[in-house]
Antibody, heavy 125, light 108 residues
Framework: QVQLVQSGAEVKKPGASVKVSCKSS????????MHWVRQAPGQGLEWMGL????????RYAQRFLGRVTMTRDTSTSTDYLELSSLRSEDTAVYYC??????????????????WGQGTLVTVTS | SSELTQDPAVSVALGQTVRVTCQGD??????ASWYQQKPRQVPVLVIY???KRPSGIPDRFSGSSSGNTASLTITGAQAEDEGDYYC???????????FGGGTKLTVL
């Protein structure tokens, strides 16, 4: 079955960087984009960006530009999210989620399925 | 534009029908997908595209779209449907994606 397995929890100091991994199995890795989504404690889901199937192009939400890098290693079917200059507000659960899309009667739609189990990143001094 | 707007909270009596809505300019062009999230759990896809349900999602969940509004309808809400619901779609450019702010559903 399709599965996304993320790396374990991290504790980082302000100003540091964190790199979260997401290993895929059960499907053809190079046929799907991957989204990264985060959720701060008690808050909603926030889209951070996505990486294309070959890993040579990414798109990021405006608020993360300059601090985020999304990459992938197609040889190991693993995606990576790196966030730098961490601050306390970056404390959150970070999810990877496989992208799918299709078109019905000329109208396109995207969805995220499945999701990784989430990685808690805690930024504390 | 880059915004999907949801009501923060909605309640429904057990067994009744409830509609959760999501508004945004991009929804005139793109379908939304919907996710259910229960406390301390990973979000689960419940509706995508033109009213499509993933395997395992009960048929009391349905989706629709009209103008700039996407709707998730639960017909005959059950206690286990309580949770937060999020819509998701591309923005008007189709180059970035975003979630709505989420709707907390309470089943009374």
């Amino acid at each position: 079955q399709v599965q996304l397995v993320q790396s374990g929890a991290e504790v980082k100091k302000p100003g540091a960087s964190v790199k979260v991994s997401c290993k895929s199995s059960g499907y053809t890795f190079t046929k799907h984009y991957m989204h990264w989504v985060r959720q701060a404690p008690g808050q909603g889901l926030e889209w951070m960006g996505l990486v294309n199937p070959t890993g040579d192009n990414s798109r990021y939400a405006q608020r993360f530009l300059g601090r985020v890098t999304m990459t992938r290693d197609t040889s190991t079917s693993t995606d990576y999210l790196e966030l730098s200059s961490l601050r306390s507000e970056d404390t959150a659960v970070y999810y990877c989620a496989r992208d799918q899309s299709s078109t019905w009667t000329g109208k396109m739609g995207w969805w995220c399925d499945p999701w990784g189990q989430g990685t808690l990143v805690t930024v504390t001094s | 534009s880059s915004e999907l707007t949801q009501d923060p909270a909605v309640s429904v009596a057990l067994g009744q029908t409830v509609r959760v809505t999501c508004q945004g300019d991009s929804l005139r062009t793109y379908y939304a997908s919907w996710y259910q999230q229960k406390p301390r759990q990973v979000p689960v896809l419940v509706i995508y595209g033109k009213d499509k349900r993933p395997s395992g999602i009960p048929d009391r969940f349905s989706g629709s779209s009209s103008g700039n509004t996407a709707s998730l309808t639960i017909t005959g809400a059950q206690a286990e449907d309580e949770g937060d619901y999020y819509c998701f779609s591309g923005d008007t450019s189709g180059n970035i994606w975003l979630f709505g702010g989420g709707t907390k559903l309470t089943v009374l």
